[in-house]
């Protein structure tokens, strides 16, 4: 499984951003995926995850601001990003969470995409 990150970029303050995560196959498969970030000296943090039964959670730092969907017809995973902040600027990371009928559990990363929110 493969997961391609795309759509970052440099903002301005209070501007929107939409990132996507697509698949190399369906993402029926997951039980969860979702959007990590990293800052520049600081650890990886959760951003937003979206389950198979698609119930949502956003950390409360962006919540209001921003929402993670799916497309499933499109093996798409998406993170609207609005009224973004200096303080959102970070690497994003696509992720992938499956627990097989084996019982084996399997993360799966994208490569990460640059959010710079400047003026």
Avoid at 75 to 80: A, F, G, P
Wanted: glycine content about 12%.
């Amino acid at each position: 499984v493969q997961l391609q990150a795309s759509g970052g970029g440099l903002v301005q303050p209070g501007g929107s951003l939409r990132l996507s995560c697509a698949a190399s196959g369906s993402i029926r498969r997951f039980n969860y995926m979702g959007w990590h970030r990293q800052a520049p000296g600081k650890g990886r943090e959760e951003v937003a995850t979206i389950t198979s039964v698609g119930m949502t959670f956003v950390r409360d730092t962006v919540k209001g601001r921003f929402t993670i969907s799916d497309d499933t017809s499109k093996n798409t995973v998406y993170l609207q990003m609005n009224d973004v902040k200096p303080e959102d600027t970070a690497v994003y990371y696509c992720h992938a969470h499956e627990l097989t009928s084996w019982g084996i559990s399997n993360d799966y990363w994208g490569q990460g995409t640059l959010v710079t929110v400047s003026s």
